[in-house]
């Protein structure tokens, strides 16, 4: 079908960029695991900082790209095919599933966002656990479980709107 924009590689309705949003995310949530890991049981402060800035830049990037396509070039017309997708906003699983993965995504943003400037205000450099450390470790612990739930309904949304036929 002739969709407006660039197509997928993934084989099928998707846009090149919801492909790579959907690809990125196996990358990102992983890499994040191992980053809280080093963190926790190596005591690798330097690397957690560096890994979570650099997965914090990928994730704004790839989003604004994204943005950009759904402004321009939209997604409906590819989900249209898709027998839970409905026109009215508020009807259809399509619809529902992007509501709620909307929900975690902006947040997630947000917190992210807010995490690390904290981290970076308040840490020491080169950086190790100070009196911030709690704090940084509850709101740290909710911004990576945002994620994980941002990229699950993300999944989900990608195959309601442009695999399901
Ligand atoms: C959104 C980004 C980030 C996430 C999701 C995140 C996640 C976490 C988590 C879950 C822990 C707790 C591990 C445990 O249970 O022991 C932790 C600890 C820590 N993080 Fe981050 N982190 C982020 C950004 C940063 C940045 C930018 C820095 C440095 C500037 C940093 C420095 C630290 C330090 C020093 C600790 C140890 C705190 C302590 O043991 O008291 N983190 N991080």
């Given at each position: 079908?002739?969709?407006?924009g660039?197509?997928?590689?993934?084989?099928?309705?998707?846009?090149?960029?919801?492909?790579?949003?959907?690809?990125?995310?196996?990358?990102?949530?992983?890499?994040?695991?191992?980053?809280?890991?080093?963190?926790?049981?190596?005591?690798?402060?330097?690397?957690?900082?560096?890994?979570?800035?650099?997965?914090?830049?990928?994730?704004?990037?790839?989003?604004?790209?994204?943005?950009?396509?759904?402004?321009?070039?939209?997604?409906?017309e590819?989900?249209?095919?898709?027998?839970?997708?409905?026109?009215?906003?508020?009807?259809?699983?399509?619809?529902?599933?992007?509501?709620?993965?909307?929900?975690?995504?902006?947040?997630?943003?947000?917190?992210?966002?807010?995490?690390?400037?904290?981290?970076?205000?308040?840490?020491?450099?080169p950086?190790?656990?100070n009196?911030?450390?709690?704090?940084?470790?509850?709101?740290?612990?909710?911004?990576?479980?945002?994620?994980?739930?941002?990229?699950?309904?993300?999944?989900?949304?990608?195959?309601?709107?442009?695999?399901?036929?």
């Amino acid at each position: 079908m002739d969709y407006p924009g660039f197509n997928g590689f993934l084989g099928n309705r998707a846009s090149f960029m919801l492909d790579v949003v959907f690809l990125a995310m196996f990358v990102i949530v992983p890499v994040m695991g191992w980053s809280i890991y080093q963190v926790k049981y190596r005591q690798q402060y330097l690397l957690h900082k560096r890994v979570q800035i650099s997965i914090g830049s990928v994730l704004l990037f790839a989003v604004t790209l994204f943005e950009i396509d759904m402004r321009v070039n939209g997604w409906r017309e590819r989900a249209t095919a898709s027998p839970y997708y409905h026109a009215l906003w508020s009807a259809g699983w399509v619809n529902w599933s992007l509501w709620i993965h909307l929900t975690f995504a902006v947040s997630t943003s947000v917190l992210w966002v807010f995490v690390i400037v904290q981290a970076l205000r308040k840490f020491p450099r080169p950086p190790r656990p100070n009196e911030y450390g709690p704090r940084h470790k509850i709101w740290a612990k909710i911004a990576a479980i945002d994620l994980c739930l941002t990229a699950l309904t993300g999944w989900i949304f990608y195959y309601l709107a442009f695999v399901a036929s």
